[in-house]
């Protein structure tokens, strides 16, 4: 049985998922030869650390009745300095200016020598070409595939399953709450503004949802794809973005009418990333609704292969943080 102790840096909806994923999956990765031993948890305010492994259950219960999940005042980074343990699983919220403080504690765990697996996309959309270099050079291993499709394994898929295949173009749905806007809104004849409140209702959309309906998640998503399976060295800069916020009723009922659906979709081709509401064929895969995301990827061998799955929510990235987790430790 091979002990990992490891750290969950941000405890926010995906950091709480982590959690209860591993306490719901324990005996299976006990059973595949990995002892996971969670030993701090650090939240925007607060930490908690125990060298042999904390109490999982009891820190979501801190976190929902206290809204923290300790009483010690140290940062992320420094538990990453100071605490012995050899996984950092990176679940920081998204920051596309500059990639916040998730990219000090992913450089910070590389200079360590320690392994990350992270959701955080903005760090990997502004710096990826660093972060891979510094990862290699200390012989740190780094894994993020909750960073593209949530549930959806759009980077294994292209770069494991498909090994051998030369990816072509690929194209897709990668914002589930975009989609479940424009779908209502045809569905409804509603304007989007009303469809926006609808999904802020049911927790679809965030409070401030300028990075889903301005396309900005996307385009993120779109680099972290470009670089690692085109090989593009892009950044965020790189991508010409269009969002969702000027498409109306009528204009999806017209587009309708003449057999297509508006979707925002996010393709990779000929050295060009590009976020765009389009045109999709209703009968076409990418034509799927509700938060529904879709990836389609070309290839020269096996056609065009086209996967769909829940992009968000906090137990589906989670799925993907443990897919990365046992693919790094499993006997």
């Known amino acids: 049985m091979k002990i990992i102790r490891a750290s969950i840096i941000g405890f926010g909806a995906v950091g709480q998922g982590v959690a209860n994923v591993l306490l719901e999956k324990d005996d299976y990765l006990r059973s595949i030869g990995i002892d996971l031993r969670i030993v701090a948890i650090a939240d925007s305010r607060t930490a908690v650390i125990d060298g042999k492994g904390l109490d999982l259950s009891a820190v979501i219960a801190s976190k ?3 809204k923290v999940v300790g009483t010690e005042k140290i940062s992320g980074t420094e538990i ?11 679940t920081t919220p998204t920051n596309i200016e500059d990639g916040g403080v998730g990219l000090a504690n992913m450089l910070t765990a590389f200079e360590k020598g320690m392994d990350v697996v992270t959701s955080n996309k903005g760090p990997l959309a502004l710096k990826y070409g660093e972060l891979i270099e510094a990862s290699k050079s200390s012989g740190s291993r780094f894994k993020f595939e909750a960073t593209v499709g949530g549930a959806m394994p759009v ?17 897709g749905i990668f914002n589930g709450t975009c989609n479940y806007i424009l779908t ?47 090989g593009m060295n892009a950044s965020y800069k790189d991508v010409t973005v269009t969002g969702i916020t000027r498409i109306t009723p009528e204009a999806l009922l017209l587009a309708d009418n003449d057999g297509y659906a508006i979707k925002l979709i996010g393709e990779v081709n000929d050295n060009k990333i590009n976020v765009a509401p389009k045109l999709v064929p209703l009968d076409n895969p990418l034509a799927a609704g509700g938060t ?38 499993k006997e």
């Open 64 to 66: 929902k009745e206290k």
């Open 184 to 230: 209502r809104m045809m569905e409804e004849q509603a304007p989007y503004e009303q469809m926006l409140a609808e999904a802020q209702e049911l927790g679809i959309a965030e409070a401030d949802p300028s990075y889903d309906v301005e396309g900005i998640d996307t385009a993120s998503k779109l680099v972290i794809v470009a670089n690692v399976i085109f």
């Open 80 to 90: 990453i300095k100071t605490v012995d343990h050899e996984l950092v699983i990176e």
């Open 155 to 171: 980077i294994n898929l292209s770069c494991d399953t498909l090994a051998g295949n030369s990816i072509l173009s690929m194209e």
């Open 292 to 329: 529904l995301n879709v990836f389609s990827v070309q290839t020269d061998i096996s056609g065009p292969i086209t996967i769909t799955g829940r992009g968000a929510g906090s137990i589906e990235t989670a799925s993907a943080i443990l897919s990365d987790i046992i693919s790094l430790y």
